[in-house]
């Protein structure tokens, strides 16, 4: 969808946040296990926080240049090879 050109540092952007929310959210699970004596609010917000993670993924929208969109299009007969074109300019 952003293109091969910023793949990696999308990459690196997305699995670093992830990994600082990681060890941070282990530290509070531990926190309010050791004041509450029961995992039930740590999960609860866990679970809260996928609702809008949720909504936010099914909210991207593809663009129609995107080998995905354009697979849809036309479904392959027996023995035919898939091919891609490349992507039209002003499209």
């Known amino acids: 969808m952003y293109g091969l050109k910023t793949l990696g540092t999308l990459n690196g952007v997305t699995f670093l946040i992830h990994q600082v929310a990681a060890a ?30 949720a909504l936010s993924a099914f909210s991207i929208r593809e663009r129609q240049y995107s ?8 479904p392959m007969r027996a023995g035919e090879t898939a091919t891609v074109s490349p992507p039209q300019p002003g499209r």
Not at 67 to 73: E, H, I, K, S, V
């Open 24 to 53: 941070i959210s282990i530290q509070f699970a531990g926190l309010m296990r050791d004041l509450t004596g029961s995992y039930t609010i740590p999960f609860s917000i866990a679970g809260l926080l996928l609702l809008p993670a």
């Open 67 to 74: 080998a995905r969109a354009r697979n849809r299009l036309a």
